[in-house]
């Protein structure tokens, strides 16, 4: 049965120095207060594996926590790119950052492999593309069948999976809704989970269309409210458009965003 926690003691239990973290949410449920309190307690050479990272990616590399990212698209959705990233990667600040990068596709097989105890996945997509090339996690393949050249990629076993959803009851039964990415793949594909959620409540209500994380799944759970801001939470909080405009000339400052990593770390709510 998943153990309530609180955010700090959870991420001091689950992350440490050298994991391969997986923070995972598609536009939606993204746990992005966990990553802060990542910063606060001063994580460094972590893998971070994500598809489709965002800020919360760009702060995490800005405030020298990642050494590492494994990824697919990444950028400040709807504003354009992330200039902490883009600094860590061309001039190596504030440490340099190797990068593994995978197609959304393969990103999402890994994750299944790695949830069905299988060593890689099988697909088509990067034929004819150049990412087997640059990304030496991508191999041809030919099918024992019919002889067609595929493509594999290595499973995703994160050492933890971060992610944030509605709610939880006081067994550790997750229940998420709305629009979802490869939440519960990550979670039963990584050694540990953390779930964030909006409120712990003594019973799960059925919800159109929810799914139900069970406790046995899940390591800790911490009751967060707010914990996916900016992005949003179906039936709790709407997206924070204003913030996603508003990172976007303190990540290209380095001055700038140092101040902003100061603020987290004297553990102020930053909401700009």
């Known amino acids: 049965m998943a153990d309530l926690a609180s955010l700090s003691d959870a991420i001091a239990e689950l992350v440490h120095d050298g994991d391969v973290v997986a923070l995972e949410g598609f536009t939606h449920l993204i746990p992005v207060a966990a990553g802060h309190e990542i910063i606060r307690q001063g994580r460094r050479d972590l893998t971070l594996v994500r598809m489709t990272p965002d800020i919360v990616y760009d702060q995490l590399i800005g405030a020298g926590c990642a050494r590492k990212l494994i990824f697919s698209w990444g950028g400040n959705p709807g504003v354009g790119s992330l200039h902490r ?4 990667v061309q001039h190596g600040w504030p440490v340099p950052l190797e990068i ?32 087997p090339n640059v990304t030496d996690t991508i191999k041809p393949i030919t099918c024992p069948f019919t002889g067609e050249t595929l493509t594999a990629v290595p499973a995703i076993n994160p050492d933890v999976a971060i992610v944030h ?32 959620v909006e409120e712990v409540v003594d019973e799960l209500e059925p919800v159109p269309g929810g799914m139900v994380l069970p406790s046995w799944a899940v ?53 700009t």
């Open 100 to 131: 593994e990068e995978h197609s959304h596709a393969g990103m999402a097989n890994r994750y299944v492999a790695g949830a069905s105890g299988l060593p890689f996945a099988v697909l088509r997509g990067y034929l004819g593309t150049d990412l």
């Open 85 to 88: 990233f883009r600094d860590a």
């Open 219 to 271: 390591d800790l759970v911490a009751e967060v409210p707010g914990g996916a801001h900016p992005s949003y939470a179906q039936g709790y909080s709407e997206r924070d458009n204003a913030y996603y405009a508003a990172w976007d000339p303190i990540s290209r400052d380095r001055g700038e965003f140092e101040r902003w990593v100061e603020r987290v770390r004297s553990g102020d709510e930053v909401r």
């Open 165 to 196: 959803a509605q709610r939880a009851d006081r067994a550790g039964n997750v229940q998420m809704w709305g629009l979802v990415g490869v939440q519960k793949e990550a979670v039963l594909a990584a050694r540990g989970s953390l779930v964030t």
